[in-house]
C-alpha cells in the first residue's frame, strides 16, 4: 500500500481531493489525543469547528453541548474545557457533544477533509496508534487507494511531535504488510529512529517544551503512551464519532 504523510499543514495545497484512499489527521500534542480520550469517555461526538464563535453558536444545539478547546494552550473565556485530555473524563463528557477549537488541529480536519474528497478522516496519536494504523490500512484498502498522514503542525510550520506520532502510525502499518512510502512517510521514519523514548521525543519539541512551562507535563506524558487506546475518531458529516457508535447529534 501507498502511504505518505504530509509533514507541513501547507503541503496539502498540492495533494488532489481523492487522490488518497483514507486520510489520518495528527495532533499529538494535544488535539488528536484529547479527541481520542473524548470518545474514549463516551463522549457521544466530536465537532471540529474553526474558531471560538463557531463553537459558541453551537450552545444553541442543547444542553449536552459541551465547549472545548484553547488558543496558545489556555483554556478559552466562556468555555466548558480546555484543551487538556485529563479534562475529558466520563464525569465531563459521557454523552455529551463536545465542540471543539483548537488552533491548529482542528483547523488540520479542515484540511484532511479538503484533500479527502468523500475519502475517511480519522483521528491519530500515539495512544491510539496501533489501532489507528489498522483502520486507515483497511479504510484505504476498501477504496483500493493509498493512505495519507496530515500532521497538524504548529502555526503553520513544521512540528516534530506529530512527525513523531506520524513515524509510529507509519512502522504499525508496515507492521501489517508491505508499504510503498512517499517522501514525507520517509522523513518521518529516519526522524523517529533517532528518539529515545515517546516522553523524550514529545518533551523535546518546541510546543512540547511550552507546553511543559505552563504547567501541563502531565498531558505531555499522557499524549506520549502508545497504543493503549483502541478508539478511532472516524469524521460523519462533520463529527467525529467513535467507530460503531450510533448518529452523534441523536437525529
Ligand atoms: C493545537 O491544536 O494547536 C494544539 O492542540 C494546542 C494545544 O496543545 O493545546
Not at 76 to 103: C, H, I, Q, W
Not at 185 to 207: C, D, E, I, K
Not at 215 to 230: I, R
Request: charged share 20%.
Amino acid at each position: 500500500m501507498y502511504v505518505d504523510a504530509v509533514l507541513v499543514p501547507a503541503e496539502t495545497d498540492g495533494i488532489e481531493p481523492g487522490e488518497f484512499g483514507a486520510v489520518a489527521v495528527i495532533d499529538v500534542l494535544r488535539a488528536t489525543t484529547t479527541i481520542v480520550t473524548a470518545l474514549e469517555n463516551g463522549a457521544r461526538g466530536v465537532v471540529p469547528v474553526g474558531s471560538p464563535d463557531d463553537a459558541r453558536a453551537w450552545r444553541a444545539a442543547g444542553p449536552d453541548v459541551v465547549l472545548g478547546g484553547e488558543r496558545g494552550a489556555r483554556a478559552l473565556a466562556g468555555f466548558d474545557l480546555g484543551n487538556s485530555p485529563l479534562e475529558y473524563g466520563p464525569e465531563r463528557v459521557a454523552g455529551k457533544l463536545v465542540v471543539m477549537t483548537t488552533t491548529n488541529g482542528t483547523a488540520a480536519f479542515e484540511r484532511a477533509r479538503s484533500v479527502a474528497g468523500g475519502a475517511a478522516v480519522i483521528a491519530a496519536c500515539l495512544r491510539n496508534a496501533q489501532a489507528a494504523a489498522q483502520r486507515l490500512r483497511q479504510l484505504a484498502g476498501a477504496q483500493g487507494g493509498g493512505a495519507l498522514i496530515v500532521c497538524a503542525g504548529t502555526d503553520g510550520r513544521f512540528s516534530a511531535e506529530d512527525a513523531y506520532a506520524a513515524a509510529v502510525v507509519l512502522e504499525a502499518m508496515a507492521r501489517e504488510g508491505p508499504l510503498e512510502l512517499g517522501d514525507g512517510a520517509q522523513a518521518a521514519l529516519r526522524m523517529a529512529g533517532t528518539v529515545a523514548s515517546p516522553r523524550a521525543a514529545l518533551r523535546a519539541t518546541r510546543h512540547g517544551r511550552k507546553l511543559v512551562q505552563l504547567g501541563f507535563e502531565t498531558d505531555v506524558d499522557f499524549c506520549a503512551k502508545v497504543s493503549v487506546s483502541d478508539t478511532v475518531p472516524t469524521l460523519v458529516s462533520g463529527v467525529l464519532v467513535r467507530e460503531g457508535s450510533g448518529p452523534a447529534r441523536g437525529e
